[in-house]
């Protein structure tokens, strides 16, 4: 126990956060050296190497110049011992190079598939020449021609549709006999997405922006990577490896940004991919394709599934599959995250698995009921990246990414932040990525997509506590083993949320499954082994389309003796799965906003308890692990030994958003870890008469403690103020504590 806690307070470096620095502006040498020792001082575990909207000109992206402040700071970094994660792109999303890709080769932009239609009332007999406009680059793929249902304008009788076979110069050929009927034909075009490049005039918005790469065609993604990655290798070379040790890849979108309306993700040749995955005739797939737009029915809508489907595994055999072959010949780990919260899938391809929490998107409940942390698709982003990583085989490292604080907004304060990282470690994240850390906030860089958490914002040295706090839960999370005997299984593309908040709100652990995890899973007497974990209940929430594999898998696991459950046809979710598998940790009172993580290291247990909601918890705490427990304070560093009572539960008392550690320690009994605390006394007094001045001793204009933005003139001060205020003390107390009341941001 003496060796753990000694790990806790002083763990390994590289478990700090890892600052997404921001590189934009005119990039100086000698800036750059002091921003980087500052992240060194407060204990960052590495750095993101990020090029952002606002840089120079003079520097560029993947220039000369730019090329020799990466080997430069990679070589300082080098020198301190800090990591180096290289971002793949010239700002987002990844997969353009900043443009270069389709500079290149203008074949390379990314496509999409569009529709052109032609209503026919018959008796029709003529020739139509259907075109998107008067562009050389649109590529007839298929016209098919269908009855309309019933006296609707977009739903057809899946059984007329017939495809028409093109003429010289896309002519059709259509005749029908009676009815209403619809033609329809479907053009392969540039899809018309981009990216926010660097330079200021490549916004998105921008006509100059840069142009997005079709990251379903293995040619152009191929001149991507030699384009960023390879000239990355030539750059800091001999860093490759050792220093920089991953690639961080961000949201890639087949589509781009600000792409066409009513467009779907295309690559050339991609309707045959589709017949090849489906077994199908690719004439049969052509006579589907207007279903993506027109309603055929059930076989329809099944068909907008496949499709969906297939971009997806496309995208990841292609794009990810050519990243992570790039790493592994290099020795060095992919990571980033992909473009939606709701992915598991994806994150297969990934050594480092991550998602991101942006835009406010997840909050702490609040006033208005907040509930994103349990409702919706991004409620599953922290755990979908911890699933995947313990899917994988025991003993492989399980570092699992997540970009964080990213477009929250100056507004955000300490509070939140805390709550925020407490939301992820609760769900098993261990490599956190602050968004953003700016090399400058000069004019409206300030709210590219503030805030700022690193050296330009006020509170940047009462963040690096939160730094501190997060690498030790970091280092405990990565090298313990998950104790998790539940799994939820959700389609791998889009998780489940609603089994999940039920969990949660009990105190009951889980991760994810999904096909491909179940696939390749085993049994092993009742518990189904996914990559590095053992489950004795599968939690089915919604329909899962599973591959015959993974059903077989299902099948053999609950011919064993193990339990499948189908949420939506149980009750009580949490009581069913707690008469099978009894609690790792119960709480009585029950407490909706207590979450529990439990992990085993060195042979002894230990349990993250977070708050979650906006009012205390206290309670009687029950683990299931017998031994002495120690209630450690991770953000105060401090450890006390607290008794059992006699049903085994220990007394909790969380205030809101607070956290604590229950290490148990199996060797020791109750009776050798406790000790009594002495008698305490406590008196307090009134500290009133306070004087308030700027740091240079300059007066100020308040004179007592209170809200800033309720005074002219200082509702839009960010710095510090000195508030001094003298008391008098008849004895020498053992400690002493001023409490300021409620604070809104750092004191």
Not at 351 to 374: E, F, I
Request: glycine share 8%; net charge negative; with cysteine.
């Amino acid at each position: 126990m003496e060796r753990l806690l000694a790990r806790l307070a002083d763990p390994p470096a590289e478990y700090g956060v890892w600052p997404f620095w921001f590189w934009n502006d005119d990039l100086l040498e000698a800036e750059l050296l002091r921003q980087l020792h500052a992240f060194h001082a407060a204990g960052a575990g590495g750095v993101v190497i990020h090029p952002r909207l606002g840089l120079s000109a003079r520097v560029g992206y993947l220039t000369p110049e730019y090329l020799r402040l990466v080997r430069r700071v990679v070589d300082e970094c080098a020198a301190l011992g800090l990591g180096v994660l290289l971002y793949d792109e010239g700002s987002y999303p990844s997969g353009s190079a900043a443009g270069r890709v389709v500079d290149d080769n203008p074949a390379h932009a990314s496509r999409a598939l569009v529709r052109v239609t032609q209503r026919l009332d018959a008796p029709h007999r003529g020739y139509w020449r259907p075109a998107v406009n008067r562009s050389l680059d649109h590529h007839l793929v298929c016209v098919t021609l269908a009855r309309l249902r019933g006296e609707t304008a977009t739903a057809v009788e899946p059984e007329s549709v017939r495809v028409l076979e093109p003429l010289d110069h896309n002519l059709v050929r259509v005749e029908v006999a009676g009815g209403r009927w619809i033609a329809l034909a479907c053009f392969d075009v540039p899809s018309g997405g981009v990216i926010r490049g660097v330079l200021p005039q490549h916004e998105d918005d921008a006509a100059t922006a840069p142009p997005a790469g079709d990251i379903m065609n293995p040619d152009a993604v191929a001149s991507f990577i030699r384009l960023t990655h390879d000239a990355y290798a030539r750059a800091p070379g001999h860093h490759i490896g050792t220093t920089v040790v991953g690639v961080f890849t961000d949201e890639p979108s087949p589509l781009g940004r600000r792409a066409r309306r009513d467009a779907w993700p295309y690559t050339a040749g991609f309707d045959g991919y589709i017949a090849e995955r489906l077994g199908w005739p690719i004439e049969r797939v052509r006579a589907h394709l207007p279903a993506l737009w027109v309603d055929y029915g059930p076989a329809g809508d099944a068909f907008r599934r496949a499709y969906t489907t297939a971009v997806e595994r496309r995208v990841g055999e292609v794009f990810y599959g050519a990243q992570a072959a790039w790493c592994r010949a290099h020795g060095v780990a992919l990571t980033g995250h992909p473009h939606a919260s709701n992915d598991m899938a994806s994150l297969a391809r990934f050594d480092w698995p991550g998602q991101d929490a942006v835009w406010r998107w997840v909050l702490p409940p609040g006033a208005d009921s907040n509930t994103s942390g349990l409702e919706g698709a991004h409620s599953v982003s922290a755990k979908a990246a911890t699933s995947a990583a313990r899917a994988r085989p025991p003993g492989q490292r399980t570092r699992t990414a997540t970009e964080l604080f990213g477009a929250y907004g100056w507004r955000l304060t300490l509070d939140e932040a805390k709550w925020l990282i407490d939301w992820h470690l609760v769900r098993g994240n261990n490599l956190f990525i602050p968004h953003a850390v700016f090399y400058s906030v000069r004019g409206a860089r300030a709210f590219e997509s503030e805030p700022d958490v690193g050296l330009h914002n006020v509170w940047w040295p009462h963040f690096q506590r939160l730094m501190r706090y997060t690498r030790a839960l970091s280092w405990l999370l990565t090298d313990s083993e998950h104790v998790c005997d539940v799994a939820i299984l959700g389609t791998g593309h889009d998780l489940p949320w609603r089994a999940a908040r039920t969990l949660y709100e009990t105190q009951i652990d889980f991760l994810y499954v999904d096909d491909a995890a179940l696939a390749a899973s085993t049994v092993r007497g009742d518990r189904l082994v996914c990559g590095s974990q053992a489950y004795r209940v599968v939690v089915r929430d919604g329909d899962v389309a599973l591959s015959r594999r993974a059903l077989s898998h299902l099948s053999e696991f609950t011919a064993a003796g193990g339990t499948l459950l189908d949420a939506g046809s149980t009750p009580d979710v949490a009581a069913a799965v707690r008469a099978i598998v009894p609690a790792d940790a119960h709480m009585a009172p029950g407490a909706p906003g207590l979450r529990v993580i439990h992990v085993r290291n060195d042979g002894h247990h230990a349990y993250l308890v977070t708050n979650e909601g906006e009012a205390s918890v206290e309670g009687a705490l029950t683990v299931s692990v017998a031994g002495a427990i120690h209630l450690l304070d991770p953000l105060r560093g401090t450890t006390v030994a607290v008794p059992r009572d006699s049903a085994g539960a220990i007394r909790l008392q969380l205030g809101r958003r607070e956290s604590r550690l229950l290490l148990v320690d199996t060797s020791r009994t109750e009776a050798a870890s406790f000790v009594s605390p002495p008698h305490v006394e406590i008196r307090s007094a009134p500290l009133v008469d306070w004087t308030v001045a700027g740091v240079d001793g300059s007066p100020a204009l308040v004179t007592t403690l209170g809200d800033w933005c309720a005074v002219p003139d200082l509702d839009r001060l960010s710095g510090t103020l000195v508030y001094s205020a003298t008391f008098h003390l008849s004895s020498v107390p053992r400690s002493a504590a001023i409490d300021l009341g409620q604070v809104g941001d750092a004191a």
